[in-house]
């Protein structure tokens, strides 16, 4: 049973109707929770543990991108930790929000040959695990990240989206 207390905005057009991206946030933030509960001893609180998907477009996630990383362009994920988490510890009641932007995700999705559901499921798990610590900056984070999300992602029937590439 999942411990996720998953809060859902739909802050732009096109994207699918607020009951099926909580039953998509349900299926692939509770895969990965489980994942990370019982394969990588992720501890987790008693009382369930919010986290917030914000489902906007490239306008708003450019802002927002602009603002907080000094990079004034759009980005298909963005991920705003609560407070800071260092992989394998306990997180807070609030793991923090995953902001996704519909035309990047788009866009990305046919340049990868990829389902929309699925490119957005691989960016949900990613945006997930920045909310535990977890980023690529260097080298041997981007191979454990990417290791995490492979497994997780084959957990949720998909391939691994890093085959055959470098390391972020």
């Known amino acids: 049973m999942s411990q996720l207390d ?8 096109g994207w699918a109707d607020e009951t ?4 998509l946030a349900l299926r692939v933030l509770g895969t990965a929770e489980t994942y990370m509960a019982a394969k990588e001893s992720q501890p987790f609180p008693k009382q369930p543990t919010e986290v917030s998907l914000v489902f906007g477009d490239d306008d708003m996630i450019r802002e927002i991108n602009a603002e907080w990383r000094n990079k004034d362009k759009p980005t298909n994920v963005l991920s705003f930790p609560a407070f800071p988490v260092t992989p394998g510890k306990m ?4 793991l923090g929000d995953i902001i996704i932007a519909r ?34 900056i260097e080298i041997d984070d981007a ?4 290791s995490l999300e ?19």
């Open 143 to 146: 191979e454990k990240m990417e």
């Open 150 to 168: 492979t497994r997780i992602l084959a957990e949720l029937g998909l391939s691994d989206p890093y085959a055959g590439q470098d390391p972020i």
């Open 20 to 23: 099926a991206l909580e039953a």
């Open 103 to 136: 035309e990047t995700v788009e866009r990305e999705a046919v340049e990868l040959d990829k389902s929309f559901e699925d490119h957005l499921t691989h960016l949900m798990v990613h945006g997930f695990l920045h909310l535990f610590g977890y980023d690529h």
């Open 6 to 13: 998953i809060q859902i905005a739909v802050e732009a057009d």
């Open 91 to 94: 997180p807070g009641p609030m």
